[in-house]
């Protein structure tokens, strides 16, 4: 469930995780997702909960979004 405050959204999941060499990890990822509620431009942040796909637990990575309404 997102959450409105101040202009922006905010959402966190927990994520499966699919690596390279087709192994898939359940709940292996925390997910951070913000993003503008005029431009509907943000980033979301996964965070490791676990050693997976070669990383360490607590490795990050940052990701640009760009939701769209959809008629």
């Known amino acids: 469930q997102a959450h409105l405050n ?3 959204w ?3 999941s927990t994520d ?5 060499d087709g192994s898939s990890v359940p709940n292996a990822t925390t997910a951070h997702f913000t993003w503008d ?3 509907l431009t943000g980033t979301a942040v996964l965070t490791d909960v676990v050693p997976v796909c070669g990383q360490q ?7 640009n979004i760009q939701l769209k309404l959809v008629p």
């Open 6 to 8: 101040n202009g922006q």
């Open 37 to 39: 509620a005029n431009t």
């Open 10 to 12: 905010t959402l966190d």
């Open 57 to 63: 637990v607590g490795h990050q990575e940052t990701n």
């Open 16 to 20: 499966n995780l699919q690596c390279e």
